[in-house]
DNA sequence: CGGTCCTTTGACACAGGTCAAGTAATGTGG
DNA sequence: CCACATTACTTGACCTGTGTCAAAGGACCG
């Protein structure tokens, strides 16, 4: 039985390689060369919109690497587990994201839809075809590849030497930035995962998180409306909190 | 005045965008599509071959991103800090390894000399350019860059879940992992840095590093033939303890 | 309205950090 | 060739931030 519906041809299935949004950093790299018609037709000719409930899997880590997705809606957590559960959730994809990209017969990570969640779906013999038609999606790729691995070294930083508190710190303002870059308000941050996927993503237990959001919030520097919604009451000592002063 | 000699025309500077060594894992990917002679005359046009003396320095985070490198000799740190002086190493480079990509305007991290180092340059500009013409290398470069991120993904897993011993442990295997990918012998591991790169690297301080060491020799899984040189004595139970049996 | 799940809070334990001292290896000037 | 820095590493004693274990709300739901 298949995890999830699908609907092709695509209803309204934006994907960002196809025509990427302007209130995107990655993009302003990727805006150096907008698909002609013709390649967006090509390209949409190849892809499937995917709906996911919430909590349901997408692919796990070591499951044949078949396709690439580009989250159009909604969110989704990518993870990886040792033998003993332990567990380490590398990234939080929103809107304009990809997941699935991998030159391994394997997904290095497992992906799982945190709340109901619309994928575009690229079959990936299909999409490398592609590629070797259109130069101006590898570069796309590999611009937001580089975006990637520069994010993922400010991870290495917060997991490898930043303190509990400034490590959740770090995370609220990624999010707050995350959602101005998607043309959202930058301060009632909405969380859209539970307490034990941020532990999981910035290396620590619930209880130190949950901790910590207590003592932000006793030193009047956030305020939880309500366990998903927080609203950050001083950016500035925020900001330097997070990098460390 | 310039913080290292330069040599051009390039004496053998064996630019792994020009050929790809067919002993590393990431060329595999890469090995899809070599360059043709004109191709890689176009490259070493444009390339420049530069001799690095042991802890100079490479380039600093925030410098204006000029250049993309090829280690083709040696080995190099890049590492993030903190305001207050903490670091974090994000990576060791060895032959074949690339640094200085990025698509902002300033390099994301600051790069530094193991030991003696030889490097290939490529002005970035330049290198763009080629991009557009060469479709082949922008291949190769996303290939290189999956790799890396995948790479970097182990590591927060590492950063964010593991125990010290875990941490040194699979340190040393990947260091053995990538002695052999270069085609060296996989036993006798040998660390050109130090133990407070050592650290910076795990997430760690030196004293850690130190007693993990010793407390893995008491315990007759390694044997340390000097400092810098390690003998794995027994690969199947660093391996179990590694991955976090 | 009893059950389940998520979050918060408290008491305590311990892995790894900090501080300090000792040792070994290497270089340097006389 | 030897005093003597200097630097890197190791080891010990102690401390603390974060993990562990346990329990108590709350919210949601059948």
Redesign the pocket.
Known sequence: MSRFSVTKPPARCASELVSPCNTCEVRDFAACAPLNPDEQRRLASIMTSVEIAPHQPIFDEADPAEHVYNVTGGAVKIYKLLPDGRRQITGFLLPGDFLGLTHKEAYAYSAEALGPTRLCRFPRRKLENLLDEIPKLEQRLLGMASHELAAAQDQMMLLGR????ERVVSFLLMMSNGAVRRGKLADPVTLPM???DI?DYL?????????T??QLRTQKLIE?LD??QVRLLKPEALREIATGF
Chains 1, 2 share one sequence.
């Open positions: 930043k303190s509990a508190k539970n307490r034990s532990a290396g620590l237990t619930i209880e130190t998180v949950s901790r959001f207590t939880l366990e998903k």
